[in-house]
């Protein structure tokens, strides 16, 4: 559930020296930010730092938040290394698109890659979890095998409460972005 | 007593005769030099003099990401000691993203 007015961002560079303007809210800002700062410089260099985290698997998966933001059109993995740098021509055709339609797309992407694993995301006791997608609707399988005692009247009605909730939240539904 | 610590926690404005308090959860994690912490608020009421109102349904929730680490960080002129990117205007209720 979101807001009725569409919801934006606010990038910051913290302590900045060298330049005055160290606040941008939309991406035209980031893209155009003029000769006195290139704020995609400064995320490039903030990114390479972190390849270690970018290269990270999730889980079981093969997936990494690396593989996850270059499928969602973010970064783009520099050839021949694990480093990734600020896909610049797919960020400048997503100006096209509301900020929800661009957490959308990385939402729905992120859970693309997950669903497209053949492994499990983790292993449970007796089973795993996973991802699954089939048409527009994506959802999360959980398989596992657990012993239940006898049940009293109050775990009774804990296990049915945990149950409805878990029926309630295992499926997301999706609907594509058009337009 | 379990002394670990908690992501969760509780958000006022700080010493304010006025503001909001919220459920805040943050995670911290470093890799090398570099720390990242991911944070989210929701907002649950606003107090002030005049009373409080309950804010859940409408008040903003923020969510972000901050990087930073000791040296900071150098590209071409500029130097700055971390990123941070928040959401803006991110309130629960109103619309569905499900379809009717």
Known sequence: MLSVSDPSFQLKLNELKGSTKDTFSTLDEILEAGAAINVMGCLDAVLSSGSYWLNKYLGSSD???????ESAG????IEETTKYKIDRPSLAEM????????????LFKGLDALANWPGPLFKLPGGEASIVHRGNEYGLRISAQLRFRKATAATARTHRLWTS????????????ITG | MNRKETVFHLVTSDGEPSGEIGLGVLHSTAVGALKIRAFARIPLASYSKDGSEFLAAKGACTIGVEASRPEGFVSGNVSFSGITVTTVGLAIGKRSLLPA
């Open chain 1, 74 to 77: 973010f970064l783009r993995r």
């Open chain 1, 165 to 176: 909730v878990l029926e309630s939240g295992s499926r997301v539904k999706t609907k594509p």
């Open chain 1, 63 to 69: 997936a990494t938040p690396g593989s996850i933001l």
């Open chain 1, 95 to 106: 100006r096209q698109k509301t900020a929800t339609e661009i957490a959308l797309d990385f």
